[in-house]
């Protein structure tokens, strides 16, 4: 990441801006909502493979800020949210897209299947994501 960090550095041009935008692995929030709000069914299990990429892109940050490369002009958190109609929806999509990064416990999956069931006629099903975003100057020198 260092190295693409440096190519990035080569290409961008004068007072250039890096924009880092990512999730961050925070054992992310299962959540039924409807009109009449949002109910809490659980937490996602981050897997190592997740979170060891979070921490590499942390790290090659930092390494290209200490190198003078970039200098950190502002940074936030958000949210993002993925949605789904069923329970049944969500869980296949992770399984397809997220498998080796986020794992959907059975309690937790169980959890939401019966809030969605006893939620309104338009309940759907999301999880929270955690987002980071960081806009960088490109430093000369």
Known sequence: MVHALSEIRRILKPNGILIDLRPVESNW???????????AAGRLSDLPAAVADDEA??????????????????????????????PSEMKEFMEDEWEGFEKLEEDVYKKTSSLWASANADARVRVRVRMLITIWDKRWG
């Open 29 to 39: 929030s299962v959540e039924v909502v409807s009109s009449t709000g949002w109910q």
């Open 57 to 86: 892109a942390f790290k090659a940050m930092r390494e290209a800020e200490s190198r003078g490369w970039y200098i950190k002009r502002a940074e936030e958190e958000f949210a993002f949210f993925y949605y789904w109609d069923t």
